[in-house]
């Protein structure tokens, strides 16, 4: 079966500080990968998506940039955090275009 | 691109019915229906690829109108487990694997 991890949990950054969050994907090959931003209260916003290794789309301009280093590995980064960076940060995956997403645990994160 | 949802938020007593519509304003390939629980990720309820097409999960049915690009997910004899927020989700034909969520609607049950 497919299970999808992130790491970590929760997370306290100051304002300038780098970021790295981690995905992986067990159990599938070639997944289609997302990352998507949620602030409080409010609904999913898609970050970045991935159909395969290097390939990244961005979907909002900003201070985030994501990379895919391996076919079930997909990393979310920031050079500097702002305070609007914090929320909560999920990453999904599919197996193919047409196909429900299932969502990892999430990384809360909180930008002071 | 993101489909909007409404109502923005309902409340229910148990037992009672309710219904969520999601509208976009671009064609649909597929339909998604997600709910996610206060501080927990979004769980998958159910997928409608074909216009018309409409499925059901438990008490939970959803249907599909492709030409008037909504869909619509229905809530029967509510429980209190339904308590959520509710997102549809889209992926535009033109949009590649792109997908867009909802505004999503926040359910509420009360005994």
């Known amino acids: 079966s497919q299970t999808i991890h992130q790491w970590p949990a929760t997370l306290v950054q100051p304002v300038g500080s780098p970021l790295s969050l981690e995905c992986t994907v067990e159990?599938?090959?070639?997944?289609?990968l997302y990352w998507y931003r949620q602030a409080a209260g409010r609904g999913l916003q898609l970050l970045f998506y991935s159909v395969g290794i290097g390939q990244i789309s961005s979907e909002v301009p900003q201070n985030l940039s994501a990379s895919r280093p391996q076919d079930r590995q997909f990393i979310l980064s920031s050079k500097k955090l702002l305070l609007s960076d914090s929320g909560f940060y999920l990453c999904?995956?599919?197996?193919?275009?047409?196909?429900?997403?299932?969502f990892g645990p999430g990384t809360r994160l909180t930008v002071t | 691109q993101q489909p909007v949802q409404s109502p923005q938020a309902v409340i229910l007593r148990e037992g009672e019915d309710a219904v969520i519509n999601c509208s976009s304003s671009?064609?649909?390939?597929?339909v998604h229906w997600y709910r996610q629980k206060h501080g927990e990720a979004p769980v998958f309820l159910m997928i409608l690829l074909k216009g018309g097409e409409q499925k059901g999960h438990e008490k939970i049915s959803a249907s599909f109108n492709e030409k008037k690009q909504q869909s619509s997910l229905y809530l029967t004899a509510s429980q209190l487990s339904y308590s959520g927020t509710y997102f549809c989700g889209t992926e535009p034909p033109e949009a590649g694997n792109q997908f867009y969520f909802g505004t999503g609607t926040s359910l509420t049950v009360i005994p």
């Open positions: 159990g599938t090959s070639n997944p289609n």
């Open positions: 671009k064609a649909l390939y597929s």
């Open positions: 999904a995956w599919t197996p193919t275009s047409g196909y429900e997403q299932y």
